[in-house]
């Protein structure tokens, strides 16, 4: 899918064709019970992708996210592509909070940061996520149960470094049954390669490691 991509916005990689992938095939929006066109939020939407392919099978899509460029983006490709999509800039779930969903998509920045912060107009915050790379994590996982209609699924794409059975826990926690819905063994790219000492000094990963385990996780509301 052609993409446009201002600097600064996620590059959609294997983290993002993983959760595309394992969002439609457990959690189909092509139809729901009443007949109705499923709705679908999409959260870190970064260029788009993920809001652009649960539209294109049928749903109704909201995608958000913090970056006026990735908003940006967003519009434009859904533009590019003649895909209805309502995008809108926030806090992860602030501009909707009072909505409820069918399908809860996100890739979140998960990248452990070593040391500082990014700076508000940095790149890095496209993947940067704080000292445990969990700072968006926990408040998806805590947010999810609010935003979830009846039946509903959140899908979640992170890196196994970050701790899964730490979001298994939040997640079961509020009330959702959640579970590990898929896993791919990815090299490290650019962003990892650098920061590979760093961690291993930590003791996150042993040295000379250089791959990570993507983690797709699937929790659903009771219907």
Known sequence: MLLLRPPGVYRPQSDSLLLARTALDRASPC?????RRPRVLDLCTGTGVLALTAAR??????????????????????????????????????????????????????????????????????WDAGPDGRELVD???????????????????????????????????????????ARHDEPFGPVMSARAAGLAGRGLIERGRRS???VVIRAERDG
């Open 139 to 181: 408040r998806i996982c805590a947010a999810a149960p609010a935003l979830l209609a009846r039946g509903g699924a959140l899908v979640m794409v992170h890196s196994g470094l970050c701790g899964v059975g730490a979001t298994l826990r939040c997640l079961r926690d509020g009330g959702l049954r959640a579970d590990v819905a």
């Open 212 to 214: 990570e385990e993507l």
């Open 57 to 126: 099978a049928g749903a109704d899509v909201t995608a958000v996210d913090i970056s006026r460029r990735a908003v940006l983006a967003a519009r434009c490709n859904a533009a590019l592509h003649g895909v209805p999509l309502r995008v809108l800039r926030g806090d992860l779930a602030a501009p909707v909070a009072a909505e409820r969903f069918d399908l809860v998509v996100a890739n979140p920045p998960y990248v452990v940061r070593l040391a500082g912060r990014p700076g508000r107009h940095s790149r890095a915050r496209a």
């Open 31 to 35: 139809a729901t019970r009443e007949g």
